[in-house]
């Protein structure tokens, strides 16, 4: 089963920032949280992970609360082509055997 | 070229046919798996191998099969299609973390 849980769908409009949540509550110390995204059809792509503390690349922010249990995805300025399903996936280390277990995910849909 | 290829990318076929979709990859990752995605579904996992002589099953494994012929080639076999079997399959390579998927194969059993 996937350890989050996010929204079915949200909406954003374009230009503003779209803040996507995930819950968490039963992940492990050393667990991270990673983000990914599916634009219709196409293979999922990777956006962002981290362990505890708050990540910016170029596409996105992750920001992760103290207890861990949650955490929120920030695209800071939707556009259009942002609309996708947005999933959020808890993993073990990076030594683990373990493999990424998606769930449902979040339909973001960019609205002019 | 796509660092993660797979064939055929769409294919029909019909109930009780053997159908492989194959998938290779150029970024020399150990670790390689097969989704399953069914519409307005998540991705579930089918197998997975963590290197040439290991297959490990998934949430769904089946009536399905997997053979890793090489590091850089994975193959996802049904035996005998049905039709519920028709969905989207995703390919993914990885290294320890981040996966790289295939652009999907599409595959209607009719």
């Known amino acids: 089963d996937a350890k989050t849980t996010q929204p079915p769908s949200m909406d954003c409009a374009e230009g503003r920032a779209a803040n996507l949540p995930c819950n968490h509550s039963?992940?492990?110390?050393?667990?991270?949280v990673y983000w990914y995204r599916q634009i219709h059809s196409q293979g999922p792509q990777y956006i962002i992970h981290?362990?505890?503390n708050n990540e910016t690349n170029e596409m996105a922010s992750l920001i992760i609360t103290e207890d861990r249990k949650s955490s929120t995805l920030i695209l800071p300025h939707a556009t259009l082509r942002d609309t996708a399903v947005y999933y959020c996936i808890v993993r073990p280390p990076l030594s683990g055997n373990t493999p990424l277990v998606f769930g449902k995910g979040t339909r973001l849909s960019v609205i002019a | 070229d796509a660092d993660v290829t797979q064939t055929p990318r769409n294919r029909i076929t019909k109930t009780g046919k053997r159908i492989m979709l194959e998938c290779s990859q150029t970024k020399g990752h150990d670790r390689m798996y097969w989704y399953r995605q069914d519409p307005g579904l998540g991705l579930r996992l089918i197998y997975y191998?963590?290197?040439?002589?290991?297959?490990n099953k998934g949430e769904i494994s089946d009536g399905y099969s997997v053979s890793r012929q090489a590091q850089a080639k994975f193959s996802l076999s049904l035996e005998s299609a049905i039709p519920n079997q028709t969905a989207l399959y995703f390919c993914?390579?990885?290294?320890?973390?981040?996966?790289?998927f295939g652009e999907g194969s599409r595959l209607t059993v009719l």
């Open positions: 191998s963590f290197d040439v002589k290991d297959i």
């Open positions: 981290g362990l505890k």
């Open positions: 993914a390579t990885s290294a320890y973390g981040e996966l790289f």
């Open positions: 039963t992940i492990s110390g050393n667990e991270y």
